[in-house]
Nanobody, 124 residues
Framework: RVQLVESGGGSVQAGGSLRLSCAAS?????MAWFRQAPGKEREGVAV????????YYADSVKGRFTISQDGAEGTAYLQMDSLKPEDTAMYYC????????????????????WGQGTQVTVSS
Protein backbone atom coordinates (compact mmCIF):
# COMPACT_ATOMS: atom_id res chain seq x y z
CA ARG A 1 0.00 0.00 0.00
CA VAL A 2 1.28 3.47 -0.93
CA GLN A 3 0.84 6.34 1.48
CA LEU A 4 0.79 9.91 0.18
CA VAL A 5 1.58 12.92 2.35
CA GLU A 6 1.01 16.38 0.93
CA SER A 7 2.37 19.75 1.91
CA GLY A 8 2.79 23.23 0.52
CA GLY A 9 -0.68 24.73 0.38
CA GLY A 10 -1.46 28.22 1.60
CA SER A 11 -2.83 31.63 0.73
CA VAL A 12 -1.49 33.82 -2.04
CA GLN A 13 -2.58 36.82 -4.06
CA ALA A 14 -3.61 36.51 -7.69
CA GLY A 15 -0.57 36.25 -9.94
CA GLY A 16 1.49 34.57 -7.26
CA SER A 17 2.99 31.09 -7.08
CA LEU A 18 2.86 28.05 -4.81
CA ARG A 19 4.50 24.62 -4.96
CA LEU A 20 2.73 21.58 -3.61
CA SER A 21 4.61 18.43 -2.62
CA CYS A 22 3.40 14.85 -2.33
CA ALA A 23 5.70 12.33 -0.66
CA ALA A 24 4.99 8.74 -1.74
CA SER A 25 5.95 5.75 0.45
CA UNK A 26 6.41 3.29 -2.43
CA UNK A 27 6.40 2.59 -6.15
CA UNK A 28 3.91 4.47 -8.31
CA UNK A 29 3.05 3.92 -11.97
CA UNK A 30 1.15 7.19 -12.26
CA MET A 31 0.83 10.33 -10.15
CA ALA A 32 -1.81 13.05 -10.41
CA TRP A 33 -3.09 16.18 -8.79
CA PHE A 34 -6.81 16.81 -8.41
CA ARG A 35 -8.69 19.71 -6.86
CA GLN A 36 -12.11 20.25 -5.39
CA ALA A 37 -13.75 23.61 -4.77
CA PRO A 38 -16.74 23.94 -2.43
CA GLY A 39 -19.90 22.66 -4.07
CA LYS A 40 -18.04 21.29 -7.09
CA GLU A 41 -16.88 17.87 -8.18
CA ARG A 42 -13.26 16.81 -7.82
CA GLU A 43 -11.43 17.50 -11.07
CA GLY A 44 -8.12 16.35 -12.48
CA VAL A 45 -5.51 19.06 -12.84
CA ALA A 46 -2.24 17.41 -13.85
CA VAL A 47 -0.99 13.87 -14.47
CA UNK A 48 2.41 12.28 -14.97
CA UNK A 49 3.47 8.70 -15.57
CA UNK A 50 6.27 8.02 -13.09
CA UNK A 51 8.66 6.36 -15.56
CA UNK A 52 8.35 8.84 -18.40
CA UNK A 53 8.44 12.54 -19.13
CA UNK A 54 4.95 13.02 -20.59
CA UNK A 55 2.70 15.34 -18.65
CA TYR A 56 -1.00 16.02 -19.08
CA TYR A 57 -2.94 19.05 -17.92
CA ALA A 58 -6.49 20.29 -17.68
CA ASP A 59 -7.12 23.14 -20.12
CA SER A 60 -7.77 25.50 -17.22
CA VAL A 61 -4.18 25.21 -15.95
CA LYS A 62 -2.11 24.63 -19.10
CA GLY A 63 0.87 26.93 -19.29
CA ARG A 64 0.57 27.85 -15.59
CA PHE A 65 0.98 24.56 -13.67
CA THR A 66 3.81 22.02 -13.93
CA ILE A 67 3.82 18.49 -12.52
CA SER A 68 7.09 16.71 -11.78
CA GLN A 69 8.36 13.74 -9.78
CA ASP A 70 11.68 12.56 -8.37
CA GLY A 71 11.64 9.07 -9.90
CA ALA A 72 9.02 6.30 -9.65
CA GLU A 73 9.14 6.23 -5.84
CA GLY A 74 9.92 9.86 -5.25
CA THR A 75 8.09 12.97 -4.21
CA ALA A 76 5.74 14.53 -6.73
CA TYR A 77 5.37 18.27 -7.09
CA LEU A 78 2.87 20.69 -8.54
CA GLN A 79 4.36 24.08 -9.36
CA MET A 80 1.54 26.59 -9.69
CA ASP A 81 2.31 29.96 -11.27
CA SER A 82 0.12 32.89 -12.30
CA LEU A 83 -2.50 31.77 -9.83
CA LYS A 84 -6.07 32.97 -10.22
CA PRO A 85 -8.90 33.21 -7.68
CA GLU A 86 -10.66 30.38 -9.53
CA ASP A 87 -7.74 28.10 -8.61
CA THR A 88 -8.91 28.24 -4.99
CA ALA A 89 -9.67 24.67 -3.89
CA MET A 90 -8.53 21.74 -1.81
CA TYR A 91 -5.78 20.02 -3.77
CA TYR A 92 -5.27 16.26 -3.56
CA CYS A 93 -2.40 14.10 -4.67
CA UNK A 94 -3.38 10.74 -6.19
CA UNK A 95 -1.39 7.70 -7.26
CA UNK A 96 -1.69 4.14 -8.49
CA UNK A 97 0.76 1.30 -9.05
CA UNK A 98 -1.22 -0.32 -11.89
CA UNK A 99 -1.61 0.42 -15.60
CA UNK A 100 -5.44 0.08 -15.73
CA UNK A 101 -5.83 0.18 -19.54
CA UNK A 102 -9.04 1.71 -20.80
CA UNK A 103 -9.42 4.15 -17.94
CA UNK A 104 -9.11 7.91 -18.18
CA UNK A 105 -6.11 9.42 -16.42
CA UNK A 106 -8.37 12.25 -15.22
CA UNK A 107 -10.94 9.86 -13.74
CA UNK A 108 -11.10 9.98 -9.94
CA UNK A 109 -11.90 6.25 -9.85
CA UNK A 110 -8.68 5.38 -11.68
CA UNK A 111 -6.54 6.01 -8.57
CA UNK A 112 -6.10 3.71 -5.58
CA UNK A 113 -4.29 6.07 -3.27
CA TRP A 114 -5.03 9.61 -2.15
CA GLY A 115 -3.37 12.20 0.01
CA GLN A 116 -5.16 14.05 2.78
CA GLY A 117 -5.50 17.26 0.78
CA THR A 118 -3.98 20.70 1.14
CA GLN A 119 -5.87 23.99 0.85
CA VAL A 120 -4.92 26.59 -1.75
CA THR A 121 -6.56 30.00 -1.49
CA VAL A 122 -5.98 32.71 -4.10
CA SER A 123 -7.25 36.20 -3.34
CA SER A 124 -7.94 38.89 -5.93
Amino acid sequence: RVQLVESGGGSVQAGGSLRLSCAASGYTYIMAWFRQAPGKEREGVAVKFSSGSMQYYADSVKGRFTISQDGAEGTAYLQMDSLKPEDTAMYYCAADESQRPGTSIFDVGRYNYWGQGTQVTVSS
